[in-house]
């Protein structure tokens, strides 16, 4: 619009100085001269351009030359004041005055300034926010149990935050059985999607040498109880696991052989509720002992928990069996063999028991538990800190569409201090789509935490943007746009308030990247320097543009112009004529 208001062949230079010079729109003004100006590489931009930014420090002080000024703060007032002037622009006295005399007389241009009026008056939004307003679709769900509360709310956007995912902790006792019992205590920063405790296993197996085909892992819940936690779970929040080694080689002579991989651990207090004490262990039982022999068995390899050798001590214990679901059966010690039953083969052939693992909770009366503790020797814990970073995604590039799925995807479970207003309780799971993309979709990538601290890590930026599927409101859309990759705003530095900025744009026309520099513009010619811009430490600001080119009102050649640019205009643009 602000094109065709100058550049149609006016017969009357006055009138493009009645249209926009007589206002106070300084900012409008002297931005649409400036963007005209770049259109059709007349030599004044440089000056044009100066005199918008000198406007725009004159009415906003944080954003005053030779000063350090966040592009992205700068972006959204910029959009606002542009949006706020330019419907001031439509509604003034000098334009309705020339909407009905001047309407013949420019012909077509003034049509189509007309109509852009209208739509601006009609939903009170200007043609600089229709390009880079999108719309949010937040679903706040209560989780409470019997609650179907949902609230849908809209909320408009001109950028799209982007965060790192911040490192949650998993902390990993690894416990080896040869050739002695010893404990290690493995810490991981994990910041990478789709880790489970498979990929834990095998980093673990590289530094204690032993096969992650031999281990087994463990969680203790909140009750107490230690449960299998299977290998192709995945990890999302901080967590505490055990990782046992399992002694010689698994086949499946074990089971043929009756012989079982147990995992012992022992309690103080009555199942299910009974306390942890100590660490579990692992033992391989023959099914064809009796419950004399086998309660012999478990205590000779969980000797090091007892007060005393077990044969000395005169105190009565209960064992009892668990499966993967925290259910527990008592094993009566009057039955010749216990440990086959239909119970013990439903638990080694639930699904998740892949290895074949049975679960025995030795249970103590509470009354030794101060004998146990006072007497016992406490294990010693070794702390391994060599793997801490490896799934950290500090050190390693990051991809943008991960970026965007860890923020887009599924519902995040928030405590807070929100109260469902149907049955009052607290806990909710919000989810964030996509519910109207702009034509130039903006990705804010937020590098600096509250402390100005920099996040260094390299963000791979793809070209295109093809599959939004898992950003948008799957119910509504049925097909997906694409955007091409138009410009990155690069932060140099490591706080927040100091530094240097620098842009990479494409041309449309012929996909050449430009660097800005300050006042050096250099053509990225090699592949090794446009390399740089899509995998980058210093990304900050990303600009996608909606591809047109397959739209069904796209009729010209020359799709990479905005649709709404008259014929005249482009013509003008492609022959090089003056305005």
């Known amino acids: 619009m602000f094109l065709s208001s100058t550049s149609c062949g006016y017969r009357n230079n006055n009138l493009k100085k009645n249209f926009f010079f007589n206002f106070k729109n300084i900012i409008f003004n002297s931005f649409v001269d400036t963007i005209r100006c770049i259109w059709f590489n007349n030599p004044s931009v440089d000056t044009y351009c100066h005199k918008t930014i000198s406007s725009v420090a004159n009415e906003n002080s944080s954003f005053?030359?030779?000063?350090?000024?966040?592009?992205?703060?700068?972006?959204?007032?910029?959009?606002?004041?542009?949006?706020?002037?330019?419907?001031?622009?439509?509604?003034?006295?000098e334009y309705t005055k020339y909407k009905y005399s001047?309407?013949?007389?420019?012909?077509?241009?003034?049509?189509?300034?007309?109509?852009?009026?209208?739509?601006?008056?009609?939903?009170?939004?200007?043609?600089?926010?229709?390009?880079?307003?999108?719309?949010?679709?937040?679903?706040?769900?209560?989780?409470?149990?019997?609650?179907?509360?949902?609230?849908?709310?809209?909320?408009?956007f001109l950028s799209v935050p982007l965060k790192f995912s911040s490192p949650f902790k998993a902390t990993v006792k690894f416990i080896s059985m040869n050739p002695t019992r010893k404990i290690t205590r493995f810490h991981f920063d994990i910041s990478e999607s789709y880790i489970n405790v498979k990929n834990i296993m095998k980093q673990i197996e590289k530094v204690v040498n032993i096969s992650s085909e031999n281990m087994v892992a463990c969680k203790i819940k909140q009750n107490g109880q230690l449960y299998?936690?299977?290998?192709?779970?995945?990890?999302?929040?901080?967590?505490?696991?055990?990782?046992?080694?399992?002694?010689?080689?698994?086949?499946?002579?074990?089971?043929?052989?009756?012989?079982?991989?147990?995992?012992?651990?022992?309690?103080?207090?009555?199942?299910?509720?009974g306390k942890i004490f100590g660490e579990p262990y692992i033992t391989i039982l023959n099914r064809d002992l009796g419950c004399g022999h086998l309660s012999f068995e478990i205590m000779k390899e969980g000797a090091f928990l007892l007060p005393e050798l077990f044969y000395k001590m005169n105190a009565g214990f209960t064992l009892?069996?668990?499966?993967?679901?925290?259910?527990?059966?008592?094993?009566?010690?009057?039955?010749?063999?216990?440990?086959?039953?239909?119970?013990?083969?439903?638990?080694?052939?639930?699904?998740?028991?892949?290895?074949k693992v049975l679960q025995i909770i030795v249970e103590w009366d509470l009354s030794l538990k101060e004998e146990f503790e006072?007497?016992?020797?406490?294990?010693?814990?070794?702390?391994?800190?060599?793997?801490?970073?490896?799934?950290?995604?500090?050190?390693?590039?990051?991809?943008?569409?991960?970026?965007?799925?860890?923020?887009?995807?599924?519902?995040?479970?928030?405590?807070s201090s929100w109260e469902c207003p149907k049955c009052y309780k607290t806990s909710r799971s919000v989810q964030t789509e996509l519910d109207h993309e702009p034509d130039i979709l903006v990705f804010h990538i937020n590098r600096f935490d509250q402390c100005t601290k920099k996040n260094v890590t390299n963000v791979a930026t793809p070209l295109?943007?093809?599959e939004l599927c898992w950003f948008c409101d799957k119910r509504r859309y049925k097909k997906y746009y694409k955007y091409d990759l138009s410009?990155?705003?690069?932060?140099?530095?490591?706080?927040?308030?100091?530094?240097?900025?620098?842009?990479?744009?494409?041309?449309?026309?012929?996909?050449?990247?430009?660097l800005f520099d300050d006042n050096e513009v250099k053509v990225?010619?090699?592949?090794?320097?446009?390399?740089?811009?899509?995998?980058?430490?210093?990304?900050?600001?990303?600009?996608?543009?909606?591809?047109?080119?397959?739209?069904?009102?796209?009729?010209?050649?020359?799709?990479?112009?905005?649709?709404?640019?008259?014929?005249?205009?482009?013509?003008?643009?492609?022959y090089g004529r003056n305005f």
């Open 320 to 355: 009892f069996l668990q499966n993967s679901d925290g259910a527990y059966a008592r094993i009566d010690p009057i039955i010749e063999k216990p440990l086959f039953n239909e119970y013990v083969n439903s638990i080694l052939n639930e699904k998740e028991n892949v290895k």
């Open 102 to 156: 001047e309407r013949n007389a420019y012909g077509s241009c003034r049509e189509k300034i007309y109509s852009v009026y209208e739509k601006s008056k009609e939903n009170k939004k200007s043609t600089f926010l229709k390009l880079f307003e999108g719309q949010f679709k937040k679903t706040i769900k209560c989780t409470a149990p019997n609650c179907d509360y949902v609230k849908i709310s809209e909320e408009p």
């Open 464 to 466: 295109k943007l093809t």
């Open 374 to 415: 006072t007497k016992s020797m406490k294990e010693q814990i070794i702390e391994n800190y060599s793997l801490l970073n490896y799934f950290n995604y500090e050190s390693k590039p990051v991809k943008l569409r991960d970026m965007i799925y860890d923020d887009f995807n599924e519902f995040e479970y928030i405590q």
């Open 228 to 273: 299998l936690y299977p290998e192709d779970s995945s990890l999302h929040t901080n967590i505490d696991l055990i990782i046992l080694q399992i002694p010689g080689e698994i086949k499946e002579q074990l089971l043929q052989n009756n012989l079982i991989i147990s995992v012992v651990y022992f309690v103080f207090g009555s199942v299910p509720n």
């Open 64 to 93: 005053s030359l030779g000063t350090q000024n966040d592009p992205h703060e700068c972006l959204l007032w910029l959009l606002n004041k542009l949006d706020r002037e330019f419907l001031d622009f439509l509604e003034s006295y």
């Open 524 to 574: 990225l010619y090699r592949e090794s320097q446009r390399k740089k811009i899509f995998g980058s430490s210093n990304s900050y600001m990303l600009f996608y543009q909606r591809d047109r080119s397959k739209d069904n009102y796209r009729h010209r050649k020359d799709s990479w112009f905005p649709q709404d640019v008259p014929y005249e205009i482009i013509e003008k643009y492609k």
């Open 487 to 514: 410009c990155v705003i690069f932060h140099h530095g490591n706080k927040s308030s100091s530094g240097h900025y620098t842009a990479a744009t494409r041309k449309f026309i012929s996909g050449e990247w430009r």
